[in-house]
Structures are given as structure tokens and as C-alpha cells.
């Protein structure tokens, strides 16, 4: 498995901004300790074998534990295996993006 990136560091908070922004989606997102969504997401495990409860949760207690943490994918193996080398930033990607969208979908 290869992880296929730039290679430059992002957050999962700052990658969501990043692609919300560049299709003019304000993103406001709520800071809430890790102890506290984790309650939450348990709540909601629970509520889902109720008749009338999710039976896909949003939040999880898994998904709340991931995006609490700040996590970044390394190339390194896809370097060294495959030669692999960036060749645009995370901006210039998410504006391809955008673009195709426009063109595409819209």
C-alpha cells in the first residue's frame, strides 16, 4: 500500500477547510475535547439498535478517536519503490478539483 500525496503535512481539520474553501463552503467547526465526543459517539452506538435510531451514526466512538488526532501520511515507501515525486501542493490540487467540478458536475 502507497500512501500518494505532495508530501506536505495537513491536518484532517485543515484538509476540510482547505476543500470547503475552495468551493466557497464557509467551515466552522466546533472544538470539543476527545473525552467529550467520545461520550457522544457512544451515545449514538447505543441509540442505533433503537427502532428509530441511525443505523449509520455520523459519529462514532472510532471516527471520534481518528480525527482527534493529528495524523499525516507518509510517502516515503512510494519515494523509494516507485520514484515517486510530487509534483503540485494540496492548493493546486483542490483548485484542479474545483475546476473539473465546475466544468464537470455543474
Request: aromatic share 10%; glycine share 4%.
Amino acid at each position: 500500500i502507497y500512501n500518494i500525496t505532495n508530501g506536505s503535512p495537513v491536518t484532517l481539520k485543515e484538509w476540510i477547510s482547505q476543500v470547503l474553501e475552495i468551493f466557497d463552503r464557509p467551515f466552522k467547526p466546533e472544538d470539543v475535547s476527545e473525552a467529550k465526543a467520545k461520550r457522544i459517539a457512544s451515545r449514538n452506538d447505543m441509540m442505533r439498535v433503537l427502532p428509530f435510531g441511525n443505523k449509520k451514526p455520523e459519529l462514532t466512538r472510532f471516527t471520534a478517536g481518528y480525527v482527534a488526532r493529528t495524523m499525516t501520511l507518509s510517502i516515503e515507501k512510494a519515494k523509494q519503490k516507485l520514484n515517486y515525486i510530487p509534483k503540485i501542493s494540496n492548493q493546486e490540487g483542490f483548485e484542479a478539483v474545483r475546476k473539473w467540478y465546475i466544468q464537470n458536475i455543474l
